[in-house]
């Protein structure tokens, strides 16, 4: 049974960093990809950034191309998210998700993961 745990949410102003945490457990990481979602109040859950299994192929959205970083511990099974220059506009829930099949036309697409941690909220004040 695949388990995802993030950690590392909190508080921060403006600016400021974070570093996000996914423990993955209960399947190796041997193919797919491994995400971050993250979801406003009253808005969709909306694709953060993507990591295929090499830790080579990595994928962001626009909006945070240039200040977030996706990587890979594949001797720990952790994926992780750090998070720089911050703003009010990346308040909200960040999930990790996991899909074993994810293929590349896929991979910014929230259906097409299988696995969901339980997230993890992001607050950035003004």
């Known amino acids: 049974q695949v388990q995802l745990a993030e950690s590392g949410g909190g508080s921060v102003q403006a600016g400021g960093s974070l570093r996000l945490s996914c423990d993955y457990s209960?399947?190796?990481?041997?193919?797919?990809?491994m995400g971050w979602f993250r979801q406003a109040p009253g808005r969709e859950r909306e694709f953060v950034a993507a990591i295929r299994r090499s830790g080579y192929y990595t994928y962001y959205t626009e909006s945070v191309k240039g200040r977030f970083t996706i990587s890979r511990d594949g001797a720990k099974n952790v994926i992780s998210l750090q998070m720089n220059s911050l703003t009010p506009e990346d308040t909200a829930v960040y999930y990790c998700?996991?899909?074993?099949?994810?293929?590349?036309?896929?991979?910014?697409?929230?259906?097409?993961?299988?696995?969901w941690g339980q997230g993890t909220q992001v607050t950035v004040s003004s």
């Open positions: 998700a996991f899909g074993p099949g994810v293929i590349l036309s896929r991979v910014r697409v929230a259906d097409a993961y299988v696995h």
């Open positions: 209960g399947r190796t990481f041997s193919s797919g990809a």
